[in-house]
Each structure stands twice: as structure tokens, then as C-alpha cells.
């Protein structure tokens, strides 16, 4: 995903972690993060992030 990491912390804004990719999707969503940001981390449903910083780092990474 082409995306700067720090506009990508932003959409995390407000998100209470722990979080799940679904609930990290939820709060991005309200943060008006664009529909690509939003599809990936519901594809992290079941992944848990301790933090904004690893959210971010699953989001960048390359697969």
C-alpha cells in the first residue's frame, strides 16, 4: 500500500489498543480514511495490534 505512515497513524485517531483490524476499520472509517485503508484492515479482523505504530507496519507491509 502506498501510503504515508504518519497520515496512516491519523486515521487511528481516537482508537482504544489493544484493537483488531475490524475495529481499527471502524475508527479509520470515521477518520475518513479512503476505502483502500479501510479494506485492508478488515482483512486484519483477527489480528490484534498493541498499538497505532504495528497497525501501520501490517498496512505498509509488502504481500
Known sequence: MQQDPTQLA????????????GNLA???AGNGAPDEVIDKLR???GDHFADA?????ALTEQR
Open 10 to 21: 491519523k486515521y487511528f485517531e481516537g482508537a482504544n489498543f489493544p484493537a483488531t483490524g
Open 26 to 28: 471502524g475508527v479509520a
Open 43 to 45: 482483512e486484519f479482523e
Open 53 to 57: 505504530n504495528k497497525a501501520v507496519e
